[in-house]
């Protein structure tokens, strides 16, 4: 139906940047928000930042002012540029979609990609 995937993680020096991408595919019709959530070891998934179908952007406090998100509609594509990367920074980076209608399918649904991992290390 529908498939998420991301690319653009690695191994970064602190202070650092990288750009993260994420693509849906399938038989879509629309995604209302799509995001990005984080998991370092040993903790739970965590909010990064959120983008609406509008541009109506929301992030985590942590991520103020380090991370922008944005978005290609028409791409059904999202991205994640970090900048002055920590190495509190190091998780698996996770792209979600929710409130996607598919088309043929009634409701809306939320889907998760497989996660990219993004090091921070000296």
């Known amino acids: 139906q529908v498939q998420l995937v991301e690319s653009g993680g690695g191994l970064v020096q602190p202070g650092g940047s990288l750009r993260l991408s994420c693509a849906a595919s399938g038989s879509i019709f629309s995604i209302n928000v799509m995001g990005w959530y984080r998991q370092a070891p040993g903790k739970q998934r965590e909010l990064v930042a959120t983008i609406t179908t509008g541009g109506s952007t929301n992030y985590a406090e942590s991520m103020k002012g380090r991370f922008t998100i944005s978005r290609d509609n028409a791409k059904n594509t999202v991205y994640l540029q970090m900048s002055s990367l920590k190495p509190e920074d190091t998780a698996v980076y996770y792209c979600?979609?929710?409130?996607?209608?598919?088309?043929?399918?009634?409701?809306?649904?939320?889907?998760w990609g497989p996660g990219t991992q993004v090091t921070v290390s000296s």
């Open positions: 979600n979609a929710n409130g996607v209608r598919v088309r043929g399918m009634g409701g809306q649904y939320r889907y």
